[in-house]
């Protein structure tokens, strides 16, 4: 009834002013609508409106018996989205309005609103809906119009659950490495201490149960802080920045191989010692405050021991790019090792039970040491394929560099393992080591895994797929042989006829040594050429997710039928730092920045065409140009995989150029 009245109002000023007026059509308002991708699973979506001189549109917050507002309505969707929030708005002017006798928001000239949604959809669907507004000048009212829309939604790259189940996950792993911290020499000893000390103290086994359980919160308190602090600082495209970064990826492998001495005893990692005195005088003090320096002093005292883990879990938030990922990280990491004190607090006969501190904790540096050296060839591997770049010295290192090539990589994860599984049975012995005189049925089995490992990982020198470890080694194309010089952009590969697929002038290859391309131009005039509809692939050099596609997924063989035989491919490394040539650099008109390398010109593709700015994304397009199915981001299951594909089979019509050559 409210509107009724609203529209009858305008209805009768339309009357009135017709009156006096010659016939007219009057459009006074135009809608643009868009979408941002915000972060894995939302989408902020943009309705734009210009408005002619001399009118206005009204806002959303307009009092009773006053103009119609303008009103979004939304197709409801649970299974795909949800809406995060209202629909927000600009700033309008407020300003009294003799025709309705209120004082009324609008917007002259220009208005623009905003509506965050979730992303559920795993396959992506089309968002439908309409804007219901009016518009009045100072003379007269238009009748309230309906403006329908449409938005293109792609599957969300990691849809709600998934991302859940991911930050599970990383809170899993952070916890494994709190609880690899417990057995270190500068953690193990101070469990018994620090309970006694807290039980015998209290005076109460209530009171001392309170303390140590206050003892392990302040711990979770402690190392969460540090993981929000540092969250805040970087931010997610931060974190995303930094694991596409080849200077960054370089630090973090020096980074990881001290830390890796340092467990193997090489030296040892303090921090000064004004700061753990410090620390500890004010844990004197009693009380809360008292409690709170102890578990300051805990996390101090054993940096040394804790520093190589915490920086792992910088280091694969880093990789991850998630927001949350190093707070949920830390979070699981300080549960793990404030857990035993609550709990041996709870039941002090445990403490009985402890094996006594000896050279068996030491055996668990050493090991956490080789797995660090390990794990730090991953970023020494995506510094190599990146390159190195200090843009403003003009100092570039165009990737790949050929430094680490896979067979290289797989060879010293090769000796490291072997070396786990020696040490595990003495053979190895370091610095701090005791001498094992027996092996214990513990050690044996370790070694064993350690070998069996070893074994498993022999066949990828000679190019078998290493599924297990997909994401960590470089891609099967970086091969011995692979070369850098060799033809551009194949990467020196040939093809089955013997001609290299593309004549880009920077040097990437192609999984699983398929047929492809890396220019979107060349594709599309190949798939004119040959009938065939093209996928994109947008990807990256330091993208674990692509790498596990391409090695867990593509390698499938109903998948690489697919691939060759009825797709063009072109792979788009948007973290590809080869320098554009200069008439081929540009403005962006999504960021505002200078397009110059070959990584920013797929990404600025990726935000532009398809609204998403992860990878891997993976688009069906027809050989006019014309996108045939929703994107597709990271999609581990073959079958499901599969079927995104056979959308676009057979899709593509012969072109004039094929047809008159």
Known sequence: MKHLCRILSAALLLICFSLNTPAQVFNPVSWKFSQKQVNDTQIALSLEATIQKGWHLYSQNIPPNGPVPTAFTFTPSAADYSLTGNVTEGIPISKYEKAFSMELKYFENSASFTQLINVHSKTGFTLKGNVYSMTCNDSMCLPPKQVNFSFSIPATAAPASSAHAGYLWIWILGFLGGLAALFTPCVFPMIPLTVSFFTKKAGSKKKGLRNSVTYGIFIIIIYVVFGSVITAILGPSGLNAIASNGWVNLFFFLIFVIFGCSFLGAFELTLPSSWVNKSDSASDKGGMFGIFFMALTLCLVSFSCTAPIVGSLLAGAAVNGSYWSLTIG???????????????????????????????????K??????????????LSTADLVGLHIKFLHIHFNGPMGILKREIFIALWIIIY????????????????????????????????????TAY??????????????????????????????????????????????????????????????????????????????????????????????????????????????????????????????????????????????GDKWSDMETERFKSNTQPLYVLMNNDDSQIATPRGYTPDVDQYVDFLNQGKGTSKPSAQAANP
Not at 335 to 360: C, D, E, I, R, V
Not at 458 to 480: D, R
């Open 366 to 379: 050493v090991v956490l040491g080789l797995l660090e050296i390990a794990f730090s060839l991953k970023f």
């Open 330 to 364: 830390m979070f699981g990491f300080s549960t793990a090792l404030a857990l035993p004190f609550a709990l041996f607090a709870m039941f002090p006969n445990w403490l009985n039970s402890l094996p006594s501190s000896g050279g068996w904790l030491n055996s668990v």
């Open 457 to 598: 990982l022999i066949p990828g020198l000679f190019g078998a797929p290493l599924k297990l470890i997909g994401g960590f080694p470089p891609p099967s194309f970086y091969s011995e042989g692979w070369s850098v010089g060799g033809d551009g952009g194949s990467g020196g590969l040939p093809s089955k006829n013997g001609q290299t697929v593309s004549s880009d002038p920077h040097k990437i290859g192609c999984p699983l040594n398929l047929n492809c391309f890396h220019d979107y131009k060349e594709a599309l005039a190949e798939a004119k050429k040959t009938n065939k509809p093209i996928m994109i692939d947008f990807t990256g050099f330091s993208c674990v997710n692509c790498r596990k596609m391409e090695e867990n997924v593509w390698s499938d063989p109903k998948v690489l039928g697919i691939l060759n035989q009825d797709y063009v491919l072109v792979s788009l490394y948007v973290d590809d730092k080869t320098t554009l040539p200069d008439s081929l650099q540009y403005t962006s008109k999504i960021t505002g920045e200078k397009v110059e390398t070959y």
């Open 418 to 453: 072997a070396m786990i599984g020696f040490y595990l049975l003495g053979k190895i012995k370091f610095h701090h080591d005791s001498d094992v005189k027996h092996i214990s049925v513990s050690r044996l089995l370790l070694a064993i895994v350690a070998f069996a490992f």
